[in-house]
């Protein structure tokens, strides 16, 4: 039986494959093209909607202009297809012809002459052609030797080769063309800083800039700070911005990379706005996208920028990011402790733990704003640490930078060279509310350290952090307490009544989170009542908010987790009592389960609006439906008064009150020595998703 050579091999396979030049649709739209930038092949792309060119994408290839990319991607995967299946067949056809003796063979190696063999080749150089007139070649790879017969590698390599280009240049498509476009909005804040987003071109990123008139009344909206819906630290001194920003569009190319992307951190920051409150019609669902899209650029000027170079406006543009990346996403509390980390040690590498009146070049109205970014970056860290029960950066750091005065923004200027003193809290300035938010979240802070203390930490310690929170309360002026002077709550007329809010409720919170682990010892040990008190105030306090948060608060997994935390100590509280009867303090059972009732009459009316207000309503339904007791102690006749509320499901027997709660159902099923394992409590309450029982975090 005769070798059947490599040509006859290959004559009835040209016969039936002959491949042909395969046809370029060009994938991006006409405006991308000409400006050389990535298209995300959207129609309109994200580009031509950046810059209001919505009308001008189009697409060639394609009679109503759309995208291509479906068609172009069936023929490429189509010509995939066909190589695979003629490489399967041709090596099936030499397989079944393959001779019974082997070729003759040959072995290149460096000492062999070279007009023999030549020289030794190895697996990045191999090509068909190298061994298309050779009957043999050994292949060096690495540390292995292998011997590959020409008749039958050369045409599988020939193949293999056609195989790659066609794949290479589908993979160039894809890489070119086919930007995936919710790269930005699957990945968190401290995933983009972390290189989850290639480093860009600065003209490129330029090209994603709207038009001037856009940007100029983003800016105007985003700097009415008393309008806009989102809370953002007053770190920026408008009056030198604009000035910036108008030699920006002089010269674009030669704009700071930094400042670039502090730019791209306020328009992020604004969509977001409207992607959440309100959108205009000028961007009537494209907010959410231009949001994504911003965001993304923002993340790429702080690579491209290095944040370890100190270049200006870093540190802004850092705590921009952060805001949109709270008020972004809102289980994201350990992505916020992770970048917090970041820009406290960016801060650091600045130089802003150190107070700048020691530093004689900088000048008074960039020393004053980098106290206020210090003070703004420093209580975020507080905050984020208190939120996920993590250690914080602060304590660990000597800081002697100042507070910030209490001062209005047109105080301040280039010519300032002396700063004026203080204006009292009771006035409020743009400065007021981070003074006083940073005041209560050091005392937050100082929580987070206690309760991250191996062991159970000294009592003594409990009273100086209590002390150090009520302190930071009080000392709230009028304007910023919930309900003013007054007291009482009906309704969020505007922005400021929300964030008064929102600084009560993280009062509270911190006073339940310091108490709860000696809620037990109160039965035991009478110094210890001052955290039962505060407990259950604080519970209370809370509760009684909630009547003023419509459906919208409660996919907030913060406001879920600040509600759930009150009603369960109000429900310990009253199992304690249930199991130990205490004169003392059991005269005030009724109004702490009335609050209950109105609580989860509450979650009833918004368990529509959310899965998880759903869950937590059933379980507080549950707990609350255990507490029974009779009416009157010489009589065996038990009452049962109309319910409050009705719940499908269940018929609660709640009864007025007298004294004691009676031990018909242990709920909690606790040891005698009311020992509670904190641990899991907080993975309960923490994880917010009661259907599947408890979750334990280790």
């Known amino acids: ?234 770190i920026l001194h408008e009056p030198t911005f604009m000035r910036e920003y108008a030699e920006h569009w002089k010269e674009p190319s030669r704009t700071n990379v930094m400042w670039l992307g502090l730019l791209f951190s306020i328009l992020s920051i604004t969509m977001l706005s409207y992607h959440q409150f309100y959108e205009p019609p000028e961007y009537e669902g494209i907010s959410e996208s231009l949001f994504h899209l911003y965001r993304m650029r923002t993340a790429q000027c702080l690579i491209t920028g290095d944040i370890a170079k100190c270049l200006p406006y870093t540190l802004e543009t850092l705590r921009f990011n952060a805001t949109a990346e709270l008020n972004r996403k809102d289980d994201n509390s350990r992505g916020l402790w992770i970048t917090t980390g970041v820009i406290i040690r960016a801060a650091i590498n600045m130089g802003y733990h150190r107070d700048p009146s020691r530093s004689p070049s900088i000048s008074t109205l960039k020393a004053e704003y980098r106290r206020r970014v210090w003070f703004s970056v420093i209580g975020m860290d507080d905050l984020a640490s208190f939120q996920v029960g993590f250690p914080r950066m602060v304590p660990a750091i000597y800081s002697d930078t100042m507070e910030p005065r209490n001062l209005h923004d047109w105080e301040l200027s280039d010519d300032t060279t002396v700063l004026p003193p203080s204006r009292p809290l009771t006035e409020p300035t743009a400065a007021t509310y981070v003074i006083v938010k940073g005041r209560l979240s050091r005392a937050l802070g100082r929580i987070t350290d206690f309760n991250n203390t191996p062991g159970l930490g000294s009592y003594d310690a409990v009273l100086e952090i209590d002390n150090a929170l009520y302190e930071a309360y009080q000392v709230f002026p009028p304007h910023m307490k919930v309900g003013g002077s007054g007291g009482d709550v009906h309704s969020f007329k505007d922005k400021s009544e929300i964030s008064n809010f929102q600084l009560a409720s993280l009062y509270h919170q ?120 009779t009416v009157g102690s010489t009589s065996s006749q038990t009452v049962t008064p109309e319910p409050l509320f009705e719940y499908p499901g269940f018929n609660p027997q709640l009864q007025p009150m ?18 509670i394992d904190w641990g899991t409590w907080d993975a309960l309450i923490g994880s917010a998703n009661f259907g599947d029982g408890f979750v334990y975090q280790v």
């Not at 007298?658 to 020992?675: A, C, H, Q, T, Y």
Request: hydrophobic share 30%; aromatic share 6%.
């Open 1 to 234: 039986m005769q070798p059947v050579q490599p040509q006859e091999a290959m004559g009835p396979a040209k016969q039936f494959y002959r491949p042909g030049r395969r046809p370029r649709i060009p994938l991006s739209c006409d405006p991308c093209r000409t400006r050389k930038l990535k298209c995300n092949r959207e129609k309109p792309c994200q580009n031509c909607t950046a810059r209001d060119e919505r009308s001008t994408c189009n697409y060639k290839g394609s009679k109503n202009g759309s995208t291509p990319s479906a068609h172009q991607e069936d023929h490429g995967v189509d010509l995939m297809q066909q190589r695979i299946d003629h490489l399967e067949g041709l090596v099936k056809k030499l397989i079944a012809q393959r001779p019974d003796s082997s070729p003759s063979s040959r072995v290149y190696t460096q000492d062999s002459p070279g007009s023999l063999t030549g020289p030794v080749t190895t697996a990045s150089s191999l090509d068909a052609s190298d061994v298309a007139c050779s009957t043999g070649t050994t292949v060096i790879d690495g540390s292995q030797s292998v011997y590959k017969g020409a008749d039958d590698w050369y045409d599988v390599l020939q193949e293999i080769n056609k195989i790659k280009n066609v794949w290479s240049q589908t993979q160039h498509d894809q890489t070119d063309y086919n930007v995936p476009p919710n790269l930005s909005n699957t990945v968190d804040g401290s995933s983009l800083l972390f290189c989850q987003v290639k480093q860009t071109d600065i003209l490129e990123i330029l090209a994603t800039l709207p038009p001037k008139p856009v940007i100029d009344k983003l800016l105007s909206q985003f700097f009415d700070q008393k309008k806009f819906p989102i809370t953002v630290a007053p």
């Open 658 to 675: 007298n004294g004691s709660l009676p031990l018909e159902k242990d709920f909690f099923s606790m040891s005698n020595e009311m020992d």
């Open 510 to 629: 911190g006073m339940c989170t310091l108490h709860r682990k000696f809620i037990a010892k109160s039965r035991l040990d009478p110094q210890y009542n001052l955290s039962r008190d505060r407990c259950i105030s604080s519970a209370l306090a809370i509760l009684s908010y909630q009547h003023v948060l419509d459906a919208s608060w409660y996919k907030f997994s913060q406001t879920r987790q600040m509600l759930t935390l009150a009603a369960m100590i109000l429900f310990l509280e009253l199992e304690y009592r249930r199991k130990g009867p205490d004169p003392d303090t059991s005269s005030d059972s009724p109004a702490l389960l009335q609050a209950l009732e109105n609580s989860c009459a509450l979650w009833e009316d918004v368990k529509p609006s959310c899965d998880e207000a759903l869950r937590v309503c059933n379980i507080l339904v549950g707990m609350l439906s255990s507490f029974h007791t």
